[in-house]
């Protein structure tokens, strides 16, 4: 299995996905620190994102990892990626929106457009608690 780093605002489910990949119970844990859940998940704290000077920390700790995951909450209006910000780093880039079982197909869409000009290259859409888009990430990250 590929291994991804999760790159989001606070949040926005970043581990409750990472919890829903690796078949774990669902509950809330806010990341502190940068976590390596099974072995080929990298968790980031939501910090590394909100707060510029943070972001090198991102760089640095996605140097182990084979795909980039963008993070977007389709019921979050906060926008924490810049245009173009893929293209920072020379790997995969994809896109998950997540809580798509709270959203409309309007906020979804609009988290799709989104992480489209941050620059991903692949999106998934995904509910972590109805376990919806689970087992397309797996398949993909199976590849």
Known sequence: MKKIIFIGNIGCGKTTLS??????????QKTQAVEVRGSNILDTPGEYLELNHYRGALMITSADAEVIAFV?????????????????????????????????????????????????NRIFKVSSYQNLGIDEIKDYLKE
């Open 19 to 28: 919890q829903a990949i690796l078949g774990e119970k669902l509950e809330y």
């Open 72 to 120: 977007q909450s389709a019921v979050d209006s906060q926008r924490m990626f810049p245009p173009g910000y893929g293209g920072s780093y020379a790997k995969d880039v994809i896109g998950i929106v997540t809580k798509i079982d709270l959203a409309t197909e309007e906020e979804i869409c609009e988290a799709e457009k989104f992480l489209k000009t941050a620059g991903v």
